[in-house]
């Protein structure tokens, strides 16, 4: 007789925690690819880069976890685009600092309006209490892992 496999991958935590940030971030994609033409982690470039100003491409890679190349192929399609400029650092000539141009500054403030109403109707949604108390477990379980 086949024993009964009872682990469910519908309730594992990893498994949910993918499929809600991957439903959640398509949606949200659908915004800045339609408006801008942007890649998922381009706008996360640009985002670093609006809300710190100017940075290199490692304070972005300390501050988002996302992988080096990654963010030189983000940083390139966005300075192809003209959203943002790139200057080599004068002490360390492997070093460029990136920060956005008028165009780049106008997307991030439009984007920034949209990803704020966006993640206030999920909120809504979710009802405060919960979106309290998901923020609090998310931020311990990324501090955890990380």
């Known amino acids: 007789m086949a024993e009964t496999d009872t682990f469910d991958l519908q309730t594992f935590l990893p498994y949910l925690l993918n499929q809600a940030a991957e439903a959640s ?25 609006g809300m710190y100003g100017r940075l290199t491409a490692s304070d972005i890679r300390d501050r988002s ?3 080096k190349t990654k963010i030189s192929r983000a940083v390139q399609r966005l300075a192809e685009r003209r959203f943002l400029t790139r200057d080599r650092d004068t002490q360390d000539r492997r070093a460029e600092h990136l920060e956005l141009t008028a165009q780049g500054q106008a997307a991030y403030r439009d984007l920034r309006k949209i990803a704020k ?18 923020r609090r477990m998310l931020l311990r379980l990324a501090q955890r892992v990380s």
């Open 25 to 49: 971030s398509l949606d949200f994609q659908s915004v800045y690819k339609s408006r801008y033409g942007m890649l998922r982690n381009e706008w996360r470039v640009l985002f670093h880069l």
């Open 65 to 67: 976890g996302m992988h």
């Open 117 to 134: 109403d966006y993640d206030d109707a999920l909120a809504e949604m979710l009802g405060n209490e919960d979106v309290v108390s998901l």
